[in-house]
């Protein structure tokens, strides 16, 4: 057995690329997976969809959720937006719409463990 269980670690460079910015989940649209408030996201500008993943995508009220986007079958015509939160519902939308609305996809996700931790940590720069 090689000792490469994980595979090759991503170097913490490309973590700190300038290409990439960490935002706060917002809202719960996509709990249990991410908590609203609680988790974030690592995140690249993007303009459009690239395929199926997870997207920052704006919303009427001058904001932004997460969603699931995939492609509809027959095309690149329509977009399914799905989030985790079964409170919520899934959105069809046109691949011109999404074009125009779509602002990052996530390409990993911070979860969390200990808030008070956290915020202890960056108040003294050590834990409390």
């Keep these: 057995m090689s000792g490469d269980l994980f595979g090759q670690a991503v170097p913490t460079e490309v973590l700190?690329?300038?290409h990439l910015?960490?935002?706060r989940v917002p809202s719960d649209?996509?709990?249990p997976t991410l908590?609203?408030?609680w988790d974030y996201v690592l995140v690249r500008p993007c303009t459009k969809y690239e395929g199926e993943g997870i997207y920052l995508v704006?919303?009427?009220f001058g904001s932004w959720d997460l969603r699931r986007a995939s492609n509809v079958l027959g095309g690149r015509e329509q977009i399914r937006l799905t989030v985790d939160n079964k409170h919520y519902g899934d959105r069809l939308v046109s691949a011109d719409w999404f074009d125009e609305n779509v602002l990052a996809l996530v390409v990993a996700d911070v979860k969390?463990?200990?808030q008070r931790l956290l915020e202890a940590?960056?108040?003294?720069g050590r834990a409390a």
Aim: proline content about 9%; hydrophobic content about 20%.
């Design 121 to 124: 940590t960056c108040r003294h």
């Design 16 to 18: 700190l690329s300038p």
């Design 21 to 23: 910015r960490l935002e």
């Design 29 to 31: 649209t996509m709990e």
């Design 35 to 37: 908590r609203g408030g």
């Design 112 to 114: 969390i463990r200990d």
């Design 58 to 60: 704006g919303n009427p």
